[in-house]
């Protein structure tokens, strides 16, 4: 009972100690973390794929399991924070598995302090959403459509962030 | 030494986007005649199309070990396999991947991953990812149904409408197209799509 008490008190001692060290900015990153994710089936996705804004929207499809998504995300969070002045959004529709949201997704957007928006496109019948998001589109990720008003690009490929500001480039006028 | 700096660039560039194109466009049509391939199978055994003297035709299935949406996928293969196999249409699962690229995807993970799932069908690995390209596979999982006769493509796409969820799938592309090809008729759906994973090479 007595030891029980004494770690409880360290324990105690440890987390207050620690606490106090915790800079401000920490702070308010911790209050910037998400704990949740919109999960949007295709019909709810549409709408965000042909804005009629003055904003150029950078989609990009990607997944935390995707190795070369997760490779090329930082240059979309750069294109992102870079280009916000110039009108430009970053969203990012992850196709991770629903049931991996909580485990997988959720702790990658903190973990990495994700700044683009993230949604969740979650929906079967990929083959009738596929061929709808762009025709030349065979499924395979990373995928990424870049458009402002009716001039959309779809591009099935992995970006470097000059080829991506390139793209980015031929929407800016 | 700023012109050779540039011209070197451009050249990258160039040949990144001819990379790109030609990764999607070329590669077998609805109605090609495929050439047969010879793969090494994970029992070490090397697989022909052509030592399939009885078979009607083949489904041919791109799939990994790594890739969640393959994975998925596994008793879905099986299932075909148990299905199709005895009316002539066996499948054929091919590991498109170079493991340098994708770890977990080299030979000796295919023959671990076999036998865990209890892989009816030959799992054949694309060493050196000479065949995909003829294919013209984009990703795992990739179908494609091939006819014996003919040796031509029959239907390219996904299992069914629902990769990554089995309980809600309503339509069962490649079961469909293979009952249609066992009738003689018409395969409606011929070239469907899904998400998959690229395929990894360096």
């Known amino acids: 009972m007595v030891q029980k008490l004494i770690s409880f008190t360290l324990i105690a001692v440890f987390l207050f100690s620690c606490k106090k060290e915790i800079p401000k900015e920490a702070l308010t990153k911790e209050i910037a973390k998400i704990a949740t994710v919109k999960s949007l089936n295709y019909e709810q996705l549409k709408p965000l794929l042909e804005k009629q804004d003055d904003k150029i929207y950078v989609v990009n499809f990607w997944a935390t399991w995707c190795a070369p998504c997760v490779k090329e995300l930082p240059y979309f969070e750069k294109i992102g924070s870079e280009y916000k002045s110039k009108n430009v959004e970053v969203l990012l529709v992850s196709l991770d598995f629903p049931k991996q949201v909580s485990t997988k997704l959720i702790p990658f957007i903190n973990k990495n302090n994700i700044q683009s928006e993230v949604v969740l496109l979650d929906d079967f019948n990929e083959d009738i959403w596929i061929k709808a998001i762009d025709a030349t589109w065979s499924g395979a990720l990373p995928a990424t459509l870049i458009y402002h008003k009716n001039k959309r690009k779809f591009y099935e490929q992995t970006f470097d962030y000059e080829t991506l500001e390139n793209e980015l480039k031929q929407f800016l006028n | ?202």
């Open chain 2, 1 to 202: 030494m700023k012109t050779i700096k540039s011209t070197l660039i451009l050249a990258m560039l160039i040949l990144m986007t001819t990379a790109f194109s030609t990764r999607t466009e070329n590669g077998y049509k609805i109605g090609d005649t495929i050439e047969d391939f010879s793969l090494k199978n994970i029992d070490d055994k090397i697989v022909k199309l052509s030592d399939y003297k009885k078979a009607k035709g083949f489904i041919i299935i791109f799939t990994c070990n790594m890739c969640p949406y393959s994975v998925a996928n596994e008793d879905r293969i099986n299932a075909l396999d148990a299905k199709y196999k005895s009316k002539g249409f066996p499948v054929i699962a091919i590991n498109p991947n170079d493991p340098k690229a994708s770890k977990g995807d080299g030979f000796e993970d295919m023959k671990v991953r076999a036998k865990e799932k209890g892989f009816t069908f030959p799992y054949l690995f694309d060493e050196g990812q000479k065949v995909y390209p003829k294919f013209g596979a984009s990703k795992t999982p990739h179908v494609y149904i091939v006819n014996k006769k003919s040796m031509k493509v029959e239907y390219i796409g996904a299992i069914d409408n629902s990769s990554k969820d089995p309980s809600v799938v309503s339509e069962k592309y490649v079961e469909n197209a293979v009952d249609a090809l066992l009738a003689g008729k018409k395969i409606e759906k011929t070239e469907t799509k899904a998400i998959g994973c690229t395929i990894k090479v360096l």
